[in-house]
């Protein structure tokens, strides 16, 4: 059973930056493709970005392309997100999400482990 728990949520104003990271436990990390979701207040749980088990391949939402990075580090057992130029409508929870798959998805539906969320909020 893999376990995630996310850190770095918080309040941040227009523009500004942070940092998600996910640490990983009870799996083989490298053999994971791992995946962030959010889920903003009355809407459906929408795909961000995901990266493969090497970190060679990488996916994003149009809505935070060029915007956001994900990454990891297999050593540390952890997948970040870095996210830039942050807007109001980036506010939401945010989930790690991890699968056993080699093929990375956008659908929430094929990643069987999940963390309990980081909220990021940001204001105007």
């Known amino acids: 059973q893999v376990q995630l728990v996310e850190s770095g949520g918080g309040l941040v104003q227009v523009g500004g930056s942070l940092r998600l990271s996910c640490a990983a436990s009870?799996?083989?990390?490298?053999?994971?493709?791992m995946g962030w979701f959010r889920q903003a207040p009355g809407k459906e749980r929408e795909f961000v970005a995901a990266?493969?088990?090497?970190?060679?391949?990488?996916m994003y939402a149009d809505s935070v392309k060029g915007r956001f990075t994900i990454s990891r580090d297999n050593a540390k057992n952890t997948v970040y997100l870095q996210m830039d130029s942050l807007r109001p409508e980036d506010t939401a929870v945010y989930f790690c999400?991890?699968?056993?798959?080699?093929?990375?998805?956008?659908?929430?539906?094929?990643?069987?482990?999940w963390g309990q969320g980081t909220q990021v909020t940001v204001s105007s």
């Open positions: 990266i493969g088990w090497r970190g060679d391949v990488t």
């Open positions: 999400a991890a699968d056993r798959n080699f093929v990375i998805f956008r659908n929430g539906e094929r990643y069987a482990y």
């Open positions: 009870g799996g083989t990390f490298s053999r994971l493709t």
